[in-house]
């Protein structure tokens, strides 16, 4: 169970296009889902918390016209990168939590595979 | 300031051997929680163990172990009996209670790379 699945796995675009990212959770209903991005060799960076039906919560650093985040649903979260440049290239992570998994702070993020994003 | 320090930028391991990953954190909650993932090359994140703040006992399991010790705000991560698909790399993370508000993400260190050597 708690699988988090991301689509698409890999993508290469053009610089100046827009790619969107897609974060499912494909068996439980996530209230919270966090969007980390890494690039090579380094950590997790978190770039924001969505929470369904509301705005995004980006960190400090993270353009939010840049990245946008839509929580349309319980079961879905989107990233759209847009006008991406090379700088954007890295492995974008989402991450959910399970809507009725109260436990606090022990509850687990559920991760998905990830998206490597190169910008050429 | 780095909430989670991760010393080690690289172990090396002989195999059926145990190994420490290093873990120092800081916050001024008296409530969080101490997370360890593994992430193979392929990318993805592996939960291995929690730790509470407020747990008495270290946990455990399997062949991983946490050795938590409060005062010295630190969670070392032990791996027994290393095994050749152990290499990877290795995150402690921290969530901390904050306001409690249900939403705090996990925090994460810079990581450690274990290879494990047969």
């Known amino acids: 169970g708690a699988v988090v699945s991301q689509h698409p796995s890999w993508v290469i675009c053009k610089s100046g296009t827009s790619v969107k990212i897609e974060c499912r959770s494909l068996?439980?209903?996530?209230?919270?889902m966090f969007w980390y991005r890494q690039f090579p060799k380094q950590s997790l960076m978190l770039m924001a918390t969505?929470?369904?039906?509301?705005?995004?919560?980006?960190e400090q650093g993270v353009e939010k016209d840049k990245f946008l985040i839509n929580h349309a649903s319980l079961t879905l979260s989107t990233l759209t990168v847009t006008s991406a440049h090379p700088e954007d290239s890295s492995f974008y992570i989402c991450?959910?939590?399970?809507?009725?998994?109260?436990?606090?702070?022990?509850?687990?993020?559920?991760f998905g595979p990830g998206t490597r994003l190169t910008v050429t | 300031a780095q909430k989670i320090t991760q010393t080690q930028p690289g172990m090396f391991v002989q195999e059926k051997e145990a190994v420490t990953l290093d873990c120092t954190y800081d916050?001024?909650?008296?409530?969080?929680?101490l997370f360890w993932y593994k992430q193979p090359s392929s990318g993805e994140m592996i939960f291995l163990i929690y730790?509470?703040?407020?747990?008495?006992q270290n946990a455990t399991e399997g062949r991983y172990s946490l050795n938590f010790q409060k005062a010295r705000k630190s969670a070392n991560l032990v791996i027994s009996a290393s095994q050749l698909g152990d290499s990877a790399m290795y995150f402690c993370?921290?969530?901390?209670?904050?306001?409690?508000?249900?939403?705090?993400?996990?925090?994460f260190g810079k990581g450690t790379r274990l290879s494990v050597i047969a």
């Open positions: 991450s959910a939590r399970d809507l009725y998994d109260r436990a606090f702070p022990s509850y687990e993020q559920y």
């Open positions: 068996d439980f209903q996530a209230t919270t």
């Open positions: 969505s929470n369904e039906g509301s705005k995004a919560t980006y």
């Open positions: 916050t001024s909650d008296p409530s969080y929680g």
């Open positions: 730790q509470g703040s407020y747990d008495q």
């Open positions: 993370a921290m969530r901390e209670a904050l306001t409690n508000s249900g939403n705090t993400p996990l925090v």
